[in-house]
C-alpha cells in the first residue's frame, strides 16, 4: 500500500528499510558540507526539500543556519523527523516538518537563505517547475546546493531521460527513480532565472547502483552523483526615489 503520492510513491516496507539505510554516512555528504562551507550559511533560513527523516537538520544548524524547515511527500518520513527531534529542545526549536505533496510550494516569495536537496531531484518529474519554485522563495543571492543521480545515456538514447529507473543500495533497498542527466539540471536551474556557481560530477560518491535487471542498463553510459551550487541573483534594480 503506497503512503504517498508525489512525487513518487513509497511503500511502506521501503520506507522501513530507508530509516536503516540512511544511518549510514554518504560519502556526497562530504561534498555538501564543503559546498555549503563555501557559501557560508551563519544565520541562514534553509529549506531543506526531500528532507526524509530530517538528517540534514543537526550539520546544518552545526555550520550556523538559523532556521530548518523540512518538507517531505513522505507521511512516514515526517512522523519518524517529527519523533527525532521531540525531545531536542534546542534543535526543534529551530526546526519544523511539513507534509508536502506537491508544487507550487506552500512558502511566501523571497523568504529563504538558501534550499538544500540532497538526492531529490531524480524523484521529481518536472524539474523546471520544481527550480522556479525554489528560485521564487529564494532571497535575492540566496543559493541552491542539490546532489542527485546522474545519468549519461548513450548517444540516441536519451528519450528514456525522466523514465523509470531502479536503483539498488548496497543490497540493502530498491528505490524507483527517475533518470535525470546533468543538462537537464543545470538547464532548469538557469532558465528558473539561477546562476550556475559550480556543476561537478562525482563518480565515486555514491553507495547505489543500477539494477542488472532493468530492461535500459545497458543503454546507461555512466552513473554518476551530480553536485550543483547555483545562486538567485541580486536584485540591481535601483530604487525608485
Known sequence: ?????????????????????????????????DA?????????????????SGLMVPPLLKLGASQVIGCDPSAAMIR?????FAGASAMSAMT???????????????????????????YIPDTQSAFREFARILKPNGWVVAVS????????REYLANTMMPLIFQD???VRTLIKQGKEITESAGNAGLEIERYERISDATLASVDT????????????????????PLDKRKPTV
Open 80 to 84: 519518524e523527523a517529527n519523533r527525532r
Open 36 to 52: 555549503l562551507r563555501g557559501i557560508g550559511i551563519h544565520g541562514h533560513k534553509i529549506l531543506d526539500y526531500g528532507c526524509g
Open 213 to 232: 535487471t532493468y530492461e535500459h542498463a545497458r543503454e546507461i553510459e555512466q552513473f554518476s552523483t551530480g553536485l550543483l551550487v547555483a545562486r538567485k
Open 172 to 174: 540493502m533497498l530498491t
Open 1 to 33: 500500500m503506497s503512503n504517498d503520492t508525489f512525487p513518487l510513491a513509497y511503500q511502506s516496507e521501503e520506507a522501513n528499510r530507508y530509516f536503516e539505510f540512511e544511518k549510514q554516512q554518504h560519502p556526497a555528504d562530504t561534498f555538501i558540507a
Open 149 to 156: 543521480s546522474d545519468v549519461s545515456l548513450k548517444p540516441g
Open 96 to 122: 519544523r516538518f511539513d507534509l508536502l505533496t506537491g508544487l507550487p510550494l506552500p512558502y511566501p516569495s523571497s523568504s529563504f537563505d538558501g534550499v538544500l536537496l540532497r538526492f531529490v531531484l531524480h
